[in-house]
């Protein structure tokens, strides 16, 4: 198993560019997530999903826009980048009431 | 929804002491208590766990304690070594299982 993989690993933006984080998991979880990273601070929600074809915000939904068509993949796009959005993004998947389980993570820029 | 307050923001101990991590939650129906540890450019993982109908558990150096009552739960790590040094976070889930909800992080750093 891969567990949860994200991709790209890094990226630069220019203001206003869109773009989107890659997230896939093969571990059948229903549940997966979407949590933003800045510098020396914690974990902050973005979205989450249930199951395939559910969605729901987080603490910080602006900016961002997720889907899930199937169980594997959660997409975050990101529209319209501002330099607020300079951050680390992890993806992570779980069965439910139990432990998430993180991708590597997304390192972006927005300049 | 779930509040979860996590203390001390740092913590430096030398190496061979023990270190003390506490968390309180709001939401008396939660159930689920992970603790998770992140090292510097890495994602969070998994360390110990605790459910709501267990009082404390321990794997080998590290142990959690959770008090239902109080709403508090701790992570104890015993001898520590330089390599515990890094960023851990607590969280809890309530009832509903939907979302985790984490503390906001204890820097650790074992001085060698």
């Known amino acids: 198993n891969a567990g949860v993989t994200q991709t790209p690993k890094f990226r630069i933006l220019k203001i206003g560019q869109s773009m989107t984080l890659q997230c896939t998991q093969d571990?059948?979880?229903?549940?997966m997530y979407w949590y933003r990273q800045d510098p020396g601070m914690g974990l902050k929600l973005i979205y989450y999903s249930v199951g395939a074809g559910i969605t729901d915000k987080g603490e910080v939904p602006n900016g961002y826009n997720v889907s899930r068509s199937t169980t594997e993949d959660f997409p975050l796009r990101l529209e319209l980048a501002a330099p607020s959005q300079t951050s680390v993004y992890f993806c992570a998947s779980s069965p439910r009431d139990a432990v998430q389980f993180f991708g590597p993570g997304t390192r972006l820029t927005v300049l | 929804g779930e509040n979860v307050e996590q203390h001390p923001s740092t913590l430096s101990v030398q190496e061979g002491d023990s270190a003390v991590i506490k968390c309180t939650y709001s939401d008396s129906a939660s159930n689920y208590f992970p603790w998770y540890k992140q090292e510097l450019g890495k994602r969070p993982q998994l360390i110990i766990d605790i459910r709501s109908n267990v009082g404390e558990k321990k794997d080998q150096r590290i142990a959690v304690t959770l008090n239902k009552t109080a709403k508090h739960f701790s992570l104890h790590i015993t001898e520590t070594q330089p390599e515990d040094s890094a960023v851990y976070f607590c969280?809890?889930?309530?009832?509903?299982?939907?979302?985790?909800?984490f503390g906001t992080g204890t820097s650790l750093t074992v001085i060698p």
């Open positions: 571990m059948n979880h229903n549940y």
């Open positions: 969280a809890a889930i309530p009832s509903t299982g939907n979302q985790f909800y």
